[in-house]
């Protein structure tokens, strides 16, 4: 298995700006590379909260961040509960969150995961193997109508009906080929001839449903924003457009300091702005970066500060 090759990693340590004695938020630790270099940046008494649902992630990212053992926290849990876990270990307000919504080379290349269709294993896809409903149960389970919902929504799939009809036709489907291979054979032949393979889109919806991707997208960016201290950042690495266009829109609209309707004449609503861009467009990966680690090319960062305000509710 290669090297886990963190992505965006200069470019998140000088946005994020980790400082000796700060505290900061890993909400995604995976393998550990950019923990790493926030423990190293606020040496010798920075602290890091690294949180993350997968807990063969967490396991490896205790090994190879050892030597800061005594400096960083692990817990298996979602990143959208932090506000509430955070203080129990002592991060009332933090000087930095990072949220790396990829998944790592290594859950792609474990067969047993589920989560890519170029290995055979289970239909699973979860990120917490210990509870949820796995890949495998939706695709088994769900209408046609509600499994074209998901491709439609979550993948951008333009085929969703016809694939979806297809699964209900040909079910039960138990592992990552038969799914793989029922979608190339309903794929157009120009589809099949593609760079990018015809169920790219189909695993990648999949996915964000089991594990409820978006939603925890949703809550987690505002437990992060009241988490932070005034001055603070927060670092969002995102790699599919859904996911970006969210932390655009979320970060865009926090910057504003009125949320009136806009034909409303005069202001009424004493809105203030809660964070201001540090990147105006998000921050793409190089061509050595993408040369180095092909899996980068579709990463996006968008970093915001905080500001004295807070989120309306």
Not at 45 to 63: Q, Y
Not at 124 to 138: E, N, V
Not at 251 to 261: A, G, K, N, Q, Y
């Amino acid at each position: 298995m290669e090297e886990h090759v963190p992505v965006l990693y200069d470019e998140v340590l000088a946005l994020l700006e980790p400082r000796p004695g700060g505290q900061y938020v890993d909400g995604t630790v995976g393998a550990g590379g950019h923990s790493a270099g926030i423990l190293e940046a606020s040496a010798p008494d920075g602290r890091l909260l690294a949180f993350d649902r997968d807990e063969e992630a967490l396991s490896f990212a205790a090994d190879r961040l050892a030597e800061h053992s005594n400096r960083v926290t692990f817990v298996h849990d979602s990143y959208s509960r932090m506000g509430e876990l955070a203080p129990i270990h002592g991060f009332t307000k933090v000087d930095g969150i990072l949220l790396d919504l990829g998944l790592s080379s290594r859950q792609l290349e474990n067969p047993a995961r589920g989560f890519s269709f170029q290995r055979e294993g289970p239909l699973d896809m979860r990120f917490d193997t210990s509870a949820g409903k796995t890949a495998a149960d939706l695709v088994n389970s769900l209408s046609a109508n509600a499994l074209a919902d998901i491709f439609w929504r979550y993948g951008e799939e333009r085929l969703s009906r016809k694939y979806a009809r297809a699964i209900v036709s040909a079910r039960p489907i138990s592992t990552t080929f038969e799914l793989a291979k029922l979608i190339e054979h309903e794929a157009p032949g120009h589809s099949r001839r593609r760079r990018i393979h015809p169920a790219t889109q189909v695993f990648q919806a999949l996915r964000i449903a089991v594990n409820q991707e978006l939603a925890e997208l949703e809550v987690g960016l505002q437990e992060a924003i009241e988490l932070l201290q005034p001055g603070s950042r927060i670092a969002v690495i995102s790699f599919h457009s859904l996911e970006d266009r969210f932390v655009k829109n979320f970060f865009r609209d926090l910057t504003r300091d009125c949320v009136c309707p806009p034909r409303q004449p005069i202001c009424t609503c004493d809105a203030e702005a809660v964070v201001r861009l540090i990147t105006r467009k998000a921050v793409k990966p190089g061509e050595q970066e993408i040369e180095i680690n092909p899996r980068s090319r579709s990463a996006r960062l968008r970093v915001a500060e905080k500001l004295g305000a807070t989120i309306s509710v």
